[in-house]
């Protein structure tokens, strides 16, 4: 009896561990874990902001409890702001996992951009998040389809009014 569970234990965890490492090794957004460079400008990510609003950037380097990305939005007449991952290389009609754990107060969209062979420029907006303040870390997961003729795609979790946005860690893996 012992060894079956010894044995069935070694399994489970072996498997959970290949897993573990096969979704790290399979993100295609360049430092998804947000460990890599300087704190003040973490490769791989880029401030996005539009419309006439009043945002703040940061990135918040806590020690053992790892980086954050983090933005505000005090005064608010339109448009949006939050942190995007530079663009990645996408295959037409091929779906995608995004993924996030981050905490917010606010209203948040998270919207694709995609870029195609024309070089016109696609958004598709993938979810609406529209719950007030969260204390805790939340993490959720939406998929979406790379258009016809996309060659890249950037996400950005975006806020779309007043709030604020912590991100811990991101992911993007093609299905």
Not at 48 to 72: I, K, M
Request: glycine share 8%; charged share 20%.
């Amino acid at each position: 009896m012992m060894k079956t569970v010894s044995r069935n234990f070694v399994l489970l965890a072996s498997v959970f561990f290949s897993q573990t490492l096969q979704s790290a090794d399979s993100n295609l957004i360049q430092n998804g874990s947000l460990d890599q460079g300087e704190a003040k400008n973490p490769p791989g990510w880029v401030r996005a902001q539009s419309g006439l609003n009043e945002a703040y950037f940061a990135v918040l380097d806590w020690g053992a409890w790892g980086r954050w990305l983090y933005v505000s939005i005090g005064e608010y007449s339109s448009g949006e702001a939050g942190w995007a991952f530079k663009p990645v290389h996408v295959t037409p009609g091929k779906t995608y996992v995004w993924s996030s754990t981050f905490k917010k107060e606010g209203r948040s969209v998270i919207r694709a951009e995609f870029k195609l062979t024309s070089g016109k420029t696609v958004t598709q907006d993938v979810d609406v998040l529209i719950w007030g303040a969260e204390e805790n870390w939340v993490t959720i997961s939406r998929e979406f389809v790379a258009p016809p003729e996309a060659v890249s795609v950037s996400v950005c979790h975006c806020l779309t009014g007043r709030g604020s946005i912590y991100f811990k860690e991101v992911s993007l893996v093609e299905q």
